[in-house]
């Protein structure tokens, strides 16, 4: 039983010990780091945690082409789909699928011989009602018959003139001409086919020029205007091509909220297709003095973008408002100034006040 007791004194008196030397261990480390000690910590003179070590770039004021990325579709200048206004066999298609034509062209032709039989029966009434009010007028003149029964024999006449121009159009109507010079499609008709209004005969385009479509946010509507430069390219082909902004719809689409434009772009060689997209490049106002940071800087918060910026060895947060993107570099409107140290590495584990240590890179060009 002694025996069991001195073992525990002994134990007791080690832990003892061992604690007392760690808490004097800990005084005379807070003692070294502490204001009366010798040298700071690696945190600085107050100590705390290290500095970290960032990258970050001095902003300078510069000019910026403000330039907006949208894409587009391209359209044709003109297109129709051609379709007869009378029903009739066709007799003659005299267009080549896929072949230009000009304004006025017959393209097919509908048989009219029925028509023309009706024009000649009409034509031999007019004629006749003609001469009935010939005599009518004359036998007026004597005060044979009343001004009523001429009035009838008038009538008469001009109800059978009415009736052969009615057929005259008909039959104007069995030639389909082109409304437009362009090319032509697929037709979908044949010699000898019955054709109705209902039957699509081809689709006529004009593609020289072309005109774009596109849209650009509400809060660039009033940098765009009429006769703007843009330029674009296709898919497929690195080419660039430029078009003349020529009209700008008059209200913000409520769905969208964007504005709708439409440039023209010549296409002699038939290059541009309409349905392609269009990548396209419009040129807002050019910017004196612009703030502009690397797009990496940015941060989104809840209500909006922040930056950190270093000041006197720490980090400090600033809340932005930015305008256009580019690929590298975000527009600042309003949040920083020049000469501000926007920092670029480093800044998702970044927290305010901390210490920072810069490495100042040169600004992207």
């Given at each position: 039983m002694k025996t069991k007791y001195i073992v525990y004194a002994i134990l007791l008196v080690a832990l003892g010990s061992l604690i007392f030397y760690r808490i004097s261990a800990n005084k005379k480390l807070e003692g070294k780091s502490g204001p009366g000690g010798k040298g700071g910590g690696k945190g600085g003179p107050g100590g705390g945690m290290p500095?970290?070590?960032?990258?970050?770039?001095?902003?300078?004021?510069?000019?910026?082409?403000?330039?907006?990325?949208?894409?587009?579709?391209?359209?044709?200048?003109?297109?129709?789909?051609?379709?007869?206004?009378?029903?009739?066999?066709?007799?003659?298609?005299?267009?080549?699928?896929?072949?230009?034509?000009?304004?006025?062209?017959?393209?097919?032709?509908?048989?009219?011989?029925?028509?023309?039989?009706?024009?000649?029966?009409?034509?031999?009434?007019?004629?006749?009602?003609?001469?009935?009010?010939?005599?009518?007028?004359?036998?007026?003149?004597?005060?044979?018959?009343?001004k009523e029964e001429f009035d009838v024999a008038r009538s008469e006449l001009l109800t059978t003139k009415a009736q052969t121009q009615l057929i005259q159009a008909q039959i104007a109507k069995t030639a389909i001409k082109a409304p437009f010079s362009g090319q032509i499609g697929l037709r979908n008709i044949s010699e000898g086919g019955f054709l109705s209004p209902e039957v699509v005969v081809a689709n006529l385009v004009n593609t020289d020029p072309v005109k774009i479509t596109f849209s650009v946010p509400e809060k660039y509507s009033n940098q765009v205007k009429v006769n703007t430069e843009i330029s674009f390219t296709i898919a497929g082909n690195t080419k660039k091509y430029n078009a003349t902004v020529y009209a700008i719809e008059p209200g913000i689409e409520s769905a969208t909220r964007t504005l709708q434009l439409r440039a023209r772009a010549a296409n002699p060689e038939n290059i541009l297709r309409p349905g392609s997209f269009a990548n396209i490049e419009l040129p807002l106002t050019e910017i004196e003095n612009a703030l502009l940071v690397p797009s990496e800087a940015i941060i989104p918060i809840q209500n909006g973008k922040k930056v950190f910026v270093a000041k006197n060895g720490k980090a400090k947060e600033v809340k932005v408002e930015t305008g256009t993107r580019t690929e590298k570099d975000v527009l600042i409107t309003s949040g920083l100034t020049a000469g501000d140290t926007v920092l670029t590495s480093g800044i998702m584990t970044l927290k305010a006040d901390a210490p920072v240590k810069v490495k100042i890179e040169a600004a992207k060009k």
């Amino acid at each position: 039983m002694k025996t069991k007791y001195i073992v525990y004194a002994i134990l007791l008196v080690a832990l003892g010990s061992l604690i007392f030397y760690r808490i004097s261990a800990n005084k005379k480390l807070e003692g070294k780091s502490g204001p009366g000690g010798k040298g700071g910590g690696k945190g600085g003179p107050g100590g705390g945690m290290p500095a970290m070590r960032v990258s970050g770039v001095v902003l300078q004021p510069q000019q910026f082409s403000n330039t907006l990325s949208v894409t587009g579709t391209i359209e044709a200048n003109e297109q129709v789909t051609i379709r007869s206004e009378i029903s009739g066999r066709v007799s003659n298609i005299s267009f080549q699928e896929g072949s230009r034509v000009s304004k006025g062209q017959v393209l097919l032709k509908i048989d009219d011989s029925e028509l023309r039989a009706q024009l000649a029966q009409a034509q031999t009434r007019q004629k006749l009602a003609a001469e009935n009010e010939r005599r009518a007028g004359l036998l007026l003149q004597k005060e044979a018959i009343s001004k009523e029964e001429f009035d009838v024999a008038r009538s008469e006449l001009l109800t059978t003139k009415a009736q052969t121009q009615l057929i005259q159009a008909q039959i104007a109507k069995t030639a389909i001409k082109a409304p437009f010079s362009g090319q032509i499609g697929l037709r979908n008709i044949s010699e000898g086919g019955f054709l109705s209004p209902e039957v699509v005969v081809a689709n006529l385009v004009n593609t020289d020029p072309v005109k774009i479509t596109f849209s650009v946010p509400e809060k660039y509507s009033n940098q765009v205007k009429v006769n703007t430069e843009i330029s674009f390219t296709i898919a497929g082909n690195t080419k660039k091509y430029n078009a003349t902004v020529y009209a700008i719809e008059p209200g913000i689409e409520s769905a969208t909220r964007t504005l709708q434009l439409r440039a023209r772009a010549a296409n002699p060689e038939n290059i541009l297709r309409p349905g392609s997209f269009a990548n396209i490049e419009l040129p807002l106002t050019e910017i004196e003095n612009a703030l502009l940071v690397p797009s990496e800087a940015i941060i989104p918060i809840q209500n909006g973008k922040k930056v950190f910026v270093a000041k006197n060895g720490k980090a400090k947060e600033v809340k932005v408002e930015t305008g256009t993107r580019t690929e590298k570099d975000v527009l600042i409107t309003s949040g920083l100034t020049a000469g501000d140290t926007v920092l670029t590495s480093g800044i998702m584990t970044l927290k305010a006040d901390a210490p920072v240590k810069v490495k100042i890179e040169a600004a992207k060009k």
